[in-house]
């Protein structure tokens, strides 16, 4: 069972509307007891990088999560601002993040293009992996951010894309993957990539032809 | 540069797609869900719903939409008609809609987008704005309600006053060129996109592929919506989307099904 982190800033029911479109069992999970019983973890994001870590905080789950992904390996999905507050600290409003993820959250430049970023971009993959099965080198997804992440590590990222600057699109460490796109809202092919995620964690079944 | 965006807009009443979609083969022209989801397998990069009932007791019928909406496609959609309240943002994209759309709420309480923004992100606040030549043509008005109330805002000071406010996206309609066929009003996009540092999405006078070009190459806008042309298959999207890559437009050429 995949669950999918519903807290009050995030987007979990698109997420969780994906993924019962390509049949793998899925649920929204916002308490430690549920959280628990899951082999597979989706932190969805939209909205402030503040907001997310606020409401993550209030919701109380952080320490059963963090043991989940850091200690006992489960695998673990987070997507946009859920990518961004993996990094030890977001420049937007200034706000601490949780750190498992060395590296810093900077703003795309307004001199050099439109923020937020809204549409379909191109990401393209640094080299091959299991969630990345049946894809492309390069293919579209879509992306709303005005902030992007910076890994210290260049051996976690997974994906780069180019807006403005080139920058990390995905990254992976370990059990950890997390994109910048809303692999949930970029058709086929980011159906693809949750559906690779949902077999990573041991929990794709019956998965549906369109 | 990023890809520009093609966008079908339908218009929607007591949840039901209304204004003449023709789709053939379908059981049932009017379902939202249908249709979206074969604009999506058309190359649709996204897709708006404006609601023109939107009153009060129709809303839970909208709202249901949105959820069917939500379970049928994959790519991002926004809703648009008769939100007011931060409470009718919250309730739409709990439903799972992506973005919402404001127009008169907005000009009536400008504080409504920064309320929206701070709560669900800047992102998800797209401000329609309905413009309307003045007369001796020195600039645009806002109207609102629909068009049928023209007020003395300036149409480029207000998209940069719901820039600063929060607003993601700006929707920008031409209304004495919507309905015409006879292009975009590509100076209006001019003057916004150059007054605004946020993305622009031109609406109102597309009558064939060239008006997307132009108001990408001499409107500077990013995304470009059109109905009817859409719906009536004047314009095919991969074939518009063919046309503006030979012109070196960048748009994404996958379709997302």
Redesign the interface.
């Known amino acids: 069972m995949i669950g999918v982190i519903d807290y009050r800033?995030g987007?979990a029911?698109?997420v969780l509307?994906?993924l019962?479109?390509i049949g793998v069992p899925s649920l929204l999970v916002s308490s430690k007891d549920e959280i628990d019983e899951v082999h597979g973890i989706i932190l969805p994001g939209?909205?402030?990088a503040l907001?997310t870590m606020e409401s993550l905080e209030e919701m109380g789950c952080l320490d059963v999560i963090s043991k989940k992904v850091l200690q006992d390996g489960v695998p673990f999905l987070g997507i946009c601002?859920g990518l961004q507050v993996l990094f030890e600290h977001s420049e937007e409003g200034d706000t601490k993040c949780l750190g498992w993820i060395p590296g810093v959250v900077k703003k795309f430049s307004?001199d050099m293009?439109?923020?937020?970023?809204?549409?379909?971009?191109e990401a393209e993959f640094t080299r091959e992996h299991p969630i990345l099965s049946g894809l492309g080198k390069r293919?579209?997804f879509?992306f709303?951010?005005?902030y992007y992440v910076i890994p210290k590590d260049e051996n976690m990222v997974l994906a780069k894309t180019e807006?403005g600057v080139e920058f990390c699109s995905m990254i992976t460490h370990k059990n950890i993957f997390a994109a910048q796109f809303?692999t949930?809202?970029?058709?086929?092919?980011?159906?693809k990539l949750l559906k690779n995620f949902a077999m990573i964690a041991g929990d794709a079944v019956c998965l549906r032809k369109? | 540069m990023l890809p520009k965006r093609i966008i079908p807009c339908l218009d929607v009443k007591d949840g039901r797609v209304v204004k003449g979609v023709n789709f053939v083969n379908f059981k049932d022209a009017g379902d939202p869900a249908q249709i979206a989801a074969e604009y999506s397998r058309a190359g649709a990069d996204e897709l708006v719903f404006l609601d023109i009932t939107a009153t009060v007791e129709v809303r839970k019928t909208m709202l249901d939409m949105v959820k069917k909406v939500a379970k049928q496609v994959t790519i991002p959609f926004a809703v648009g008609g008769g939100i007011r309240t931060a409470d009718d943002f919250k309730e739409i994209l709990d439903s799972g809609a992506d973005k919402v759309s404001i127009n008169s709420a907005a000009i009536k309480r400008p504080e409504l987008i920064l309320e929206a923004a701070n709560l669900f992100g800047r992102d998800c606040v797209v401000v329609a704005i309905d413009a309307k030549k003045r007369e001796g043509g020195d600039g645009w008005n806002v109207c609102i309600n629909g068009g049928s109330v023209v007020t003395d805002i300036d149409v480029v000071t207000w998209a940069q006053k719901c820039e600063k406010l929060g607003a993601g996206e700006i929707l920008l309609t031409s209304l004495d060129c919507d309905g015409t066929k006879a292009g975009y009003d590509n100076q209006l996009n001019r003057a916004v996109t150059a007054a605004v540092k946020i993305p622009v999405i031109a609406s109102g006078g597309a009558g064939k592929k060239e008006d997307f070009y132009d108001a990408i190459v001499h409107g500077g806008v990013d995304a470009v919506l059109a109905a009817s042309l859409f719906h009536f298959k004047e314009v095919e999207i991969m074939e518009l989307k063919k046309y503006l890559n030979e012109k070196n437009i960048p748009v994404r050429m996958e379709i997302a099904k």
């Open positions: 800033a987007n029911p698109s509307n994906a019962e479109r939209v909205g402030s907001g601002i307004q293009v439109r923020v937020p970023q809204i549409g379909w971009n293919e579209f879509y709303v951010n005005s807006y809303h949930e809202k970029s058709g086929a092919v980011g159906l369109d």
